[in-house]
């Protein structure tokens, strides 16, 4: 029986189912420490592709041909969705979760935030008791992979819940989606991460967990003049978006083979990384863009 498709994403229904930088992160959310002083690299949603992630690090000069850390010290940003509908969820979470681990002894770093796959799975997860069901009936829909939730460990899932849900990193403020409705969750970077980590730290509380799920699956908030873009970096800082969780082929309608990088939009306020690599497109792994002047007046 097919499950049903998830309330709240406007993405569903198209969607099958089966140099040094001076930077101190919030220490609250588990990612205070060195900042590297080479290059930031950013990829979007890898969705589970975890062969194609692989050859695309190689590819980048990211790891070497054993997979190992090759960037020297490099910073490079996942912005979350590392699970569902690919193959093979977990073979991409423990790609980042490695790295991340070899990455400092080099110089070098690595970071995720948090996505919307990755709060609906350790709802999957998490979750039990009376209406708990409908969590993970929602993460099916959104193409949860069984094998990846039987072959979760809780190292995982620690992991995944101790994940930001907003960086801001050398001028680019990171989100995983395309929403403004990070606003719900606090007017501050440390704020929005602080009351994520409070709901993913209690199991019992269904209404938290079923509001977090929809807030961050909102999308196209900045599908405008740029203006929206513009009042929530005023907002959380930085001055350009950079975001994954909606896929540059189904928004643009873009054949996924032709995507050869992000998608800069909204008068180069945000930039899109989602180059759909669970449809076609290519596991993008990308400098952080320029930043357009500010505009006067």
């Keep these: 029986m097919t499950p049903p498709m998830p309330e709240g994403d406007p993405l569903a229904m198209t969607?099958?189912?089966?140099?040094?930088?001076?930077?101190?992160?919030?220490?609250?959310v588990g990612i205070n420490g060195p900042v590297p002083a080479g290059p930031v690299?950013?990829?979007?949603?890898?969705?589970?592709?975890?062969?194609?992630?692989?050859?695309?690090?190689?590819?980048?000069?990211?790891?070497?041909?054993?997979?190992?850390?090759?960037a020297g010290s490099a910073w490079l940003w996942f912005l979350g969705d590392l699970f569902?509908?690919?193959?093979?969820?977990?073979?991409?979470?423990?790609?980042?979760?490695?790295?991340?681990?070899?990455?400092?002894?080099?110089?070098?770093?690595?970071?995720?935030?948090?996505?919307?796959?990755?709060?609906?799975?350790?709802?999957?997860?998490?979750?039990?008791?009376?209406?708990?069901?409908k969590f993970q009936e929602r993460w099916l829909g959104n193409?949860?992979?069984?094998?990846?939730?039987?072959?979760?460990?809780?190292?995982?899932?620690?992991?995944?819940?101790?994940?930001?849900?907003?960086?801001?990193?050398?001028?680019?403020?990171?989100?995983h989606s395309d929403t403004i409705s990070y606003r719900e969750l606090g007017g501050d970077i440390a704020t929005v991460n602080a009351t994520v980590q409070a709901v993913l730290r209690e199991y019992t509380d269904l209404e938290a967990w079923d509001r977090l799920t929809h807030l961050v699956t909102a999308r196209f908030s900045f599908a405008d003049d740029g203006t929206n873009?513009?009042?929530?970096?005023?907002?959380?800082?930085?001055?350009?978006?950079?975001?994954?969780?909606?896929?540059?082929?189904?928004?643009?309608d873009i054949p996924a083979e032709d995507i050869t990088g992000p998608m800069i939009y909204a008068e180069g306020r945000a930039v899109n990384m989602d180059t759909g690599t669970f449809l076609g497109g290519p596991c993008l792994i990308s400098p952080l863009p320029s930043i357009p002047p500010r505009p006067q007046g």
């Design 15 to 28: 969607l099958e189912i089966d140099d040094t930088m001076d930077l101190t992160l919030d220490a609250t």
């Design 41 to 70: 690299y950013v990829t979007g949603d890898v969705h589970g592709c975890a062969e194609q992630l692989q050859a695309s690090l190689f590819r980048s000069g990211i790891t070497d041909a054993d997979g190992e850390w090759a």
């Design 84 to 133: 569902d509908r690919g193959p093979d969820g977990i073979g991409v979470i423990d790609t980042v979760m490695r790295l991340q681990k070899q990455a400092p002894e080099h110089g070098g770093r690595v970071d995720c935030l948090l996505g919307n796959h990755e709060v609906m799975l350790l709802a999957s997860y998490r979750l039990t008791g009376p209406g708990a069901n």
């Design 143 to 175: 193409g949860g992979q069984p094998k990846d939730l039987r072959a979760l460990t809780e190292e995982h899932a620690q992991w995944l819940a101790s994940l930001p849900a907003m960086a801001l990193v050398d001028d680019h403020l990171l989100v």
């Design 229 to 252: 873009a513009l009042e929530f970096l005023a907002e959380y800082g930085g001055s350009q978006i950079v975001h994954g969780h909606s896929p540059i082929p189904l928004v643009f």
